[in-house]
């Protein structure tokens, strides 16, 4: 005897209530199992209506896949720009990597992950700028949890904060981030520079961010009007990287583009970079360069190099 179909209505909506994804579309499935196969009547009403919800739940699913916040990762580094809402960070991402953004004076311009690529001392690095976080981020306020998963998959962070602006904001942002249990080697940009010029700005940021839950590497004022300024966060981006550039030799001439190593990498672990088949068939090296003791040093596959070297790989 199949249960009455109002009892058989209810029991449905209870079961499927809070689930979603693959746990819904199991849950309709059982039920479709249990529903009786009378082709007319209240019962084929509750099929009809059943298979309705399992197409919508696909529907949902794949919305939800391709409106994913994940970013794919390029460059031979992923660095993250977040900070309050109208901080400056996409100005400061389209200064730094040409890339064209809308931007305003006004916050949550930005509404999804934006990355671009820049060449920093000739390696391509990729940056991402973060939406504005606000509070309760890690609680997934705001869809914080999404943005926060893509400031988790970065390689180092860097915190932007307007110079103008009051501390109490970016200290928000700083304890979402210490929230989520996020720690990357970070600087903090100090953004629309040109808006405060006093020299007591770095020191007085200083001061007040001695006691934050995120230390960090550098606090480098920055204005997109300032060529100067951006090269100088160059810089400190690159130093976030921990990576090292070593250009290619041969026949006297030295590459364009710099290949980026982890520190410490050696001989043997460029040329592999450089092609596996020149990583077995490679015996060692001829440097120019800081870990050279001197202009075209012999050395053995396992010689570590440093930031600047020249490389002439050798082969049997």
Known sequence: MPMPHRTFAEVAKRRLVGKEGSDRVATIRALLGELPGYRNGPYADLRKWLEGELDRTRIRAKVVHRDSLQVRREGAAQIALVGPPNAGKSSLLQALSDIQIKTGDYAFTTLRPVPALTRIGGVLIQLVEIPGLIEGAHEDRGGGRALLGVLRNADAIVFCRAAAEPVWSFEVVLGEVAAAGIEKPAILALTKADERADGGLVRAVDNACGESPHPFEAIVPVSVLDDESLDRLRAAIWGLTGL??????????????????????????LADQVHHHLGRACTGARVWGPSARFDGQRVGRAHVLEDGDEVEVLTR
């Open 244 to 269: 090292i550039r070593v250009w290619p030799r041969g026949d006297g001439t030295v590459g364009e583009e710099p290949f980026a190593l982890p520190v410490e990498a050696t001989v043997a672990e």
